[in-house]
T-cell receptor, first 115, second 113 residues
Framework: GAVVSQHPSRVICKSGTSVKIECRSL??????MFWYRQFPKQSLMLMAT?????????EQGVEKDKFLINHASLTLSTLTVTSAHPEDSSFYIC???????????FGPGTRLTVL | QQQVKQSPQSLIVQKGGISIINCAYE??????FPWYQQFPGKGPALLIA?????SEKKEGRFTISFNKSAKQFSLHIMDSQPGDSATYFC????????????FGKGTTLSVSS
């Protein structure tokens, strides 16, 4: 149980285009979902916290107009990277938790490459 | 300000040896301390976690030791195997709605055969 999926697993796009990444909790309802970014050989950096039906809370330094997060249901959150640039190339990972007193389960990640 | 400090940055252990990774935290409100294992190109996978009401937790070859007064916790991997070669992250969080995990910087473990 507690499986989180992400789609796509890998995406290559041209500079200036937008990319949407989906994060789904497959066998549980996620009260909160989190989006992280990880650069090579570095740790996971929290980008935003998303609760179903409400606006996401972004970490300091993360542009909310560039990284659009939608948490429309208890099983789906999406991250849209708008007007992507090469510096946005990274490994994006989501995680989900189903109650306030439980661990986070991570998705397999999405490798974004912006040319 | 880094809230969770992890060491060492990298570790090389002989097959069959014990791997030890240490973490220290600053926020006394933290009450959940997991360890994650990550292979290249994959998302982190929960390995083992502990809460501050116990000083040690063991699951198979993996043990967490927790020292509340020192605000430190460590991961011990017994009988380390080449398949354990990965990056390990410690993390911490508060038991509070919507609270995210704060991660350490990671330790790259290489187990030589």
């Amino acid at each position: 149980g507690a499986v989180v999926s992400q789609h796509p697993s890998r995406v290559i796009c041209k500079s200036g285009t937008s990319v949407k990444i989906e994060c789904r909790s497959l066998d549980f309802q996620a009260t909160t979902m989190f989006w992280y970014r990880q650069f090579p050989k570095q740790s996971l950096m929290l980008m935003a916290t998303s609760n179903e039906g409400s606006k996401a809370t972004y970490e300091q330094g993360v542009e909310k107009d560039k990284f659009l997060i939608n948490h429309a249901s208890l099983t789906l959150s999406t991250l849209t990277v708008t007007s992507a640039h090469p510096e946005d190339s990274s490994f994006y990972i989501c995680s989900a938790r189903w109650s306030d007193y439980n661990e986070q389960f991570f998705g397999p990640g999405t490798r974004l490459t912006v040319l | 300000q880094q809230q969770v400090k992890q060491s060492p940055q990298s570790l090389i252990v002989q097959k069959g040896g014990i791997s030890i990774i240490n973490c220290a935290y600053e926020n006394t409100a933290f009450d959940y301390f997991p360890w994650y294992q990550q292979f290249p190109g994959k998302g982190p996978a929960l390995l083992i976690a502990i809460r501050p009401d116990v000083s040690e937790k063991k699951e198979g070859r993996f043990t967490i030791s927790f020292n509340k007064s020192a605000k430190q916790f460590s991961l011990h991997i017994m009988d380390s195997q080449p398949g354990d070669s990965a990056t390990y992250f410690c993390a911490a969080s508060k038991n509070q709605a919507g609270t995210a995990l704060i991660f350490g910087k990671g330790t790259t473990l290489s187990v030589s055969s």
